[in-house]
């Protein structure tokens, strides 16, 4: 199964995330879940950004946020709505909203 | 041509989720796919009409006006939005009212389904 | 003939919001989708419950008496009448120190024949993995 899994809260962990498997697995970092792509805990990144997943996160949503391109991390590419229309019907079979 | 289903179950007012479907129905659009739209639950409130535009809060009436004259169906869960007090005259015009199995149906039709749930 | 399936995955707890109920409620309206589909088609639906979602699956829910509300404990065994495989993730069941005791693992009292199933996680991953459409609740 090829799954997008749209993540919409910031959270070091998610449990529901954590247990998913696919053999092609997208993470798309949205609304607060956009700061899992750049907040830096105590130094360190987000677990979520370890997870063997493609990780993308909502250009328009860092923005709004105040978080630019060189807050996010390298692991992380950048999209906007347009990309998500294409990573939706293009890249993955089934998405989720987390 | 494909079809995106997304279910909204959020609400309006306060939210910022209804702000991403509808940019996100816009965006299928303009590449020329097919988009249903579910509100449910508090994701009914995006569906009744008369709501006044303050900068503070998101207003999306006159967007989502534009992408059902664009092709984009929009429906809403009668229930929901009965129990919420507003009524079919209430309704957006040009927006549907049906019952749940609407939503499935259009996920039986639909390529993709994004089922957004409530908070 | 068509025949979509299409999973309803419930990860949130009941009752403070409306999210577990309206999965449920969705998923019992497969049961007239046929209204508005050709001959032939139609959805099977499958219900499973993760993480803190197992927690709609206790029995013994009162939220008629104390709210005036119907219960999750209701629309559950409404799912079981209505024939919906239901499925509850064993791991979470073992995390939170229930007993299939203290489930709603039937609904012979409303005449259903249909039973929840304990399962493993893999097991609803699987569900997920063979359905058309998955949707998170």
Redesign the interface.
């Known amino acids: ?1 090829k799954l997008g899994v ?1 993540v ?1 809260q910031y959270s070091r962990e998610n ?2 995330l954590s ?4 053999e092609k697995l997208g993470v798309i970092l ?2 607060n879940g956009v700061y899992n792509a750049a907040l830096k805990e105590d130094g360190k990144s987000s677990p979520i950004l370890d997870k063997d997943a493609t990780i993308y996160a909502l250009s ?1 949503d860092l923005q709004s946020r105040g978080l630019g391109v060189g807050n996010v991390d390298s692991k992380v590419k950048i999209v906007d ?2 990309g ?3 990573l ?2 293009n890249e993955y079979e ?5 | 041509m494909s079809k995106l289903t997304i279910g909204c179950f959020s609400s309006l007012v306060g939210s910022m989720t209804t702000d991403f479907v509808v940019k996100l129905a816009e965006a299928a659009r303009k590449k020329g796919h097919d988009v249903d739209i579910w509100l449910s639950g508090n994701g009914t409130m995006l569906s009744k009409k008369g709501q006044r535009s303050f900068k503070d809060y998101s207003s999306l009436e006159k967007t989502i006006k534009d992408l059902v004259t664009g092709g984009v169906n929009v429906v809403a869960c009668e229930a929901c939005a009965e129990a919420r007090g507003f009524h079919k005259e209430d309704l957006i015009d040009g927006f549907g009212r049906k019952s749940m199995d609407w939503y499935l149906a259009s996920c039986f039709s639909a390529d993709r389904v994004l089922q957004i749930g409530g908070e | 003939m068509a025949i979509k399936k299409v999973a309803f995955v419930v990860d949130k707890l009941p009752y403070k919001t409306e999210t577990s109920r309206l999965a449920l409620t969705h998923a019992i309206s497969s049961q007239t989708v046929e209204i508005h589909l050709e001959d032939g088609e139609n959805i099977t639906p499958v219900l499973a419950f993760i993480g803190e979602g197992v927690l709609n699956c206790i029995k013994g829910q009162k939220a008629s008496d104390m709210y005036g509300i119907t219960s999750l404990e209701s629309h559950i065994k409404n799912a079981l009448l209505t024939d919906i495989r239901t499925l509850i993730c064993a791991e979470d069941v073992k995390r939170f120190g229930l007993s299939n005791d203290a489930l709603i693992m039937d609904a012979e009292d409303i005449g259903a024949d249909m039973v929840s199933e304990i399962v493993p996680f893999d097991e609803i991953m699987e569900e997920m993995n063979t359905a058309d459409h998955i949707l998170f609740f």
């Open positions: 199964m749209f919409s449990d529901t247990r998913l498997k696919a949205v609304q328009e709505y347009d998500l229309v294409d939706i019907f089934k998405i989720i909203w987390l």
